[in-house]
Every structure is written in C-alpha cells, then in structure tokens.
C-alpha cells in the first residue's frame, strides 16, 4: 500500500510504470490506448497490464439544433437552463427553521424526467410566447460517454499502466519505447510520455549522473587513488548480481555510503602506516604491526555495519524492494573491500614505497637488480 501510494503522488496512477497518451479527442485516445496496450503486452517483465477504465457510462446527450433555435427565437442558454433545472434542480429559496437553514430545492417530478422521451417532451417558451417540445430544438438520445475526462498539462490524457517483475525498469521501458515507436502510429497532436517509478528514477538518476563522478572524482584526487574505491566497487556490483538486483536509485545511494566506509578503513589503515614509517621503523615492522594494530578497528567499523544491515538484506516483506538493493551493495561491498584492505593495502603500500625509495628493497633484490645492470 505504501509503494502504491508513493506510485500515485508521482504519476497520479498505482503502477510502476505509466503510459501516458495526451491528445484532444477521447476517441482517439481510447482506440491509440488499445494499440499500445497491444503492442507491449508481451514485453518481458512487463506484468499487470491495463488500459485506464475511463469509459462506459451511460449517458443522456442534448444537442442543440441551432438552426432550428434561430427559427423560434430560443438560445441555447434556454435549453441548458431548461435541462438544468427540470432534470437537475436549482435552490429558489432557504427556509429556516429555528437557527437551522435548509434549501428549496425545486426540479420536475420523475415521471417528466425519468427518460429520454419525456425529456424531448419538456416544453420551451418560443420568442412569441408561445411554447413547443424540446424536440424541435434539440436532438436527446442515449449514448455511451465518458465516465470521467483527465486532464494534465493543459490536455486531455489516457493512461496505460503497468508493473515490473524480473527486470529492470530501465530495460524494460526502453523495450516499451521501442515496440510503441514501431507498431503505433499517433496522429498529429497525439504524444506519448513515460511516468511512474521510471519518471522518478530518470530524474535521480540524472542528478546521481552528476553528483556521483563529481564525489568519486574528489576522493581519488584527495586520497591520491591510494585507498579501496575499486575494491568496494567490485563486491557492490557482485552482490547485485549473485542477488538478482538492478542498479536503482537505493543501490545508488548504497555505492556512496559504500565508498564512505572503504575510504575510512583505508584512511585509519594507511596513516598508521605512515605514523610509524615517521618514527623511523622499518618498512615491513611498520607494514606487519600497523596491519595488526588496525585489525580491531577495521573489522569492528564492517561488522557492525554488515550486522546492521543484514535484516534489510534478508528482508522480502513489504517495502523490501526499497531497502534490499542498498544493504546489497553495502553488504557485499564492505564485505569484500574489507578483506582485500587487510591483504592488498598493505602489498600495494610496500610495493609503491619500494618503487619511490630504492633502499627499502630487500638486500637478496638489490643483488638482482644490481647484477643484471651489470649484465
């Protein structure tokens, strides 16, 4: 119920996915409706298909015979005042009794405006005085009308709604736009705009598309590209994969708390690094007691966030599909940039110094590199 509430304040439809088709003729809404809903019926992961029931509601039509109005002297303006009155009714007066008011409301009994035919018997007063049935004036009949008209952006709208199982809703939707593209043809005036889930998550997306390569960008040129960025990327995109999740707005939000927590483990393992390198230890004593010294910390900042996030990752009842993607990718993320933190830091840490200092290579390498510049 949340997740179809939350649906509805974004595309005033219960569905993931929203079709909508704007245009000015009902009719032609109706019918372009019925060849999209047709068109995509078999795209795969596109579930619960329907077409906007806003149709099929008996109706009385009154049309004005303005040729024939001219002839007696009646305007139009008579004959929706008649109509209005005799069938709906009009408040002529109030009547109070004691401090309480009620309304006079005065209309025709049933039986002169119960159907069509006493309808076109109702009379109306000619310019001359004289009065004839509405009849003469006016074609009444029954028809087959609109229950509702829904209006947006200044057009009237039709929808054709959706949800997704199995996919991705950006898959799935560039699918959609596909089939409607090639099977149906919309008539000049007639366009067709995609809202739902998909709406809101290309606009975060857009925005994500913006601010995420910025953040990225400035923690690498912050940190120098020394810490675990990749590492925590590749147990994201694992744990995405091995769970059957797509790359949606909470997976987003879960690679930038992820990037957070590995730049932290990584920032309290290498300063103590070089904390140490600072007073002179040895590059592998500094490598070997930092590692151990950092251990509790490091493991303790993973642990409680994975046994913190562990229940959303488990969780499969409503309101899951919002939180699973992102304790997914932090999950597995931390998970994985954790292990190779406490294993690949510290070799990529020696390997780096050795590289910048010539002198901190063993004795048994300097004889290599020694001897085979000799050679």
Request: aromatic share 6%; glycine share 8%; charged share 20%.
């Amino acid at each position: 119920p949340i997740q179809n509430a939350f649906d509805e304040l974004l595309s005033g439809t219960r569905a993931e996915l929203a079709i909508k088709l704007y245009g000015e003729d009902l009719g032609v809404l109706r019918s372009k409706s019925v060849e999209i809903a047709a068109a995509i019926a078999d795209v795969p992961g596109l579930v619960d298909l329907a077409s906007e029931q806003g149709f099929g509601q008996p109706q009385i039509q009154i049309v004005a015979d303005r040729a024939a109005c001219a002839r007696y002297g009646v305007t139009v303006a008579q004959i929706l005042e008649l109509v209005e009155l005799a069938i709906g009714g009009e408040v002529i007066d109030d009547m109070y009794l004691n401090v309480r008011r009620y309304g006079i409301h005065l209309r025709l009994q049933e039986q002169y405006r119960a159907d069509p035919e006493a309808i076109r018997s109702l009379l109306v007063h000619t310019e001359d005085g004289s009065v004839i049935p509405l009849s003469q004036v006016a074609e009444v009949g029954e028809v087959i009308g609109p229950i509702q008209i829904n209006r947006e952006k200044n057009q009237r709208r039709w929808i054709v709604q959706a949800n997704v199982r199995g996919r991705d809703l950006g898959s799935v939707v560039a699918d959609v736009q596909q089939r409607i593209e090639e099977n149906v043809e919309l008539p000049a005036g007639y366009f067709v705009e995609y809202g739902g889930q998909f709406e809101n998550q290309q606009r975060a997306m857009k925005r994500l598309s913006i601010i995420v390569p910025i953040v990225i960008a400035a923690v690498l040129a912050l940190l120098w590209m020394s810490f675990n960025i990749p590492l925590a990327l590749i147990g994201g995109v694992m744990g995405l994969l091995l769970t059957g999740e797509y790359l949606s707005v909470p997976a987003s939000v879960g690679f930038i708390a992820l990037f957070g927590i590995a730049v932290q483990n990584g920032v309290v393992l290498v300063s103590y690094f070089n904390h140490h390198r600072s007073k002179g230890i040895d590059l592998d004593a500094a490598l070997v007691e930092g590692a151990l010294l950092r251990l509790r910390p490091v493991l303790m900042t993973a642990v409680t966030t994975v046994l913190g996030l562990l229940p959303l990752l488990l969780s499969r009842g409503m309101g899951s599909e919002v939180q699973r993607p992102l304790a997914t990718v932090v999950v597995f993320g931390l998970t994985t940039s954790t292990l190779l933190t406490l294993f690949v830091i510290p070799a990529v840490y020696g390997w780096v110094e050795e590289r910048l200092d010539p002198s901190l290579r063993p004795a048994a390498e300097k004889s290599r590199t020694d001897e085979a510049s000799r050679e």
